[in-house]
């Protein structure tokens, strides 16, 4: 694996940021440690680690579950909401990892939530969005992971701790308006 820093520099700090976003996640749902990172502002000088650790998570889980029937899905955290708010802000233009930012933000424990929250301002990625809950919802429920009203969400508790569980959309209707601004 090749993990080259200077590109990174040719990059708007917009899409870095958005990156940065997927890196979160997997500390939250994988890696305390690099949650930490975060959580702890040592972000630039730790790239490199942030980086590699998080595309690490990723390769394992891929390895482990090639065909999405059970550990993968956790690399959708924060997507289910996500994807509504991403259909839903096309017109907008929000990035995609600006609408996944947004969409673990009600996924985490109260608890969790405020550091979470302090990490993606940090980071200048959104922590809500100006949205119609309605159609955020209506656009959700077309999510190509849903099964029929269900859907596997994840949501983390404490960082590099994740619970897996089906839920019926409508459950997540109280989840984008706690997003909405």
């Known amino acids: 694996m090749l993990v080259d820093l200077d590109l990174l520099a040719t990059l708007d700090s917009r899409l870095v940021s958005e990156g940065l976003a997927e890196a979160l996640k997997m500390g939250l749902t994988s890696d305390a440690a690099l ?40 690399l959708n955290f924060g997507h289910t909401i996500g994807h509504g708010i991403e259909a839903y802000e096309e017109r907008h233009g929000l990035y995609h990892g ?54 596997t969400v994840i949501t983390v508790s404490k960082p590099g701790e994740y619970e897996m569980k089906k839920v019926r959309f409508k459950e997540l209707y109280p989840k984008i308006q706690m997003i909405g601004i």
Not at 37 to 52: P, V
Not at 113 to 132: A, C, F, G, W, Y
């Open 35 to 74: 949650f930490e990172l975060f959580d702890n502002g040592n972000i630039d000088e730790n790239m490199d680690e942030i980086i590699t650790r998080s595309l690490m998570i990723k390769k394992n889980v891929v390895e482990q579950d090639e065909k999405e029937q059970g550990l993968r899905k956790i």
């Open 98 to 151: 600006e609408c996944v930012a947004i969409g673990m933000v009600p996924m985490v424990s109260d608890d969790l939530r405020p550091r979470l929250i302090k990490i993606l301002e940090s980071l200048q990625l959104p922590t809500s969005v100006d949205l119609n809950a309605d159609e955020v919802y209506e656009a959700m429920t077309h999510d190509k992971k849903g099964e029929g009203d269900q859907v």
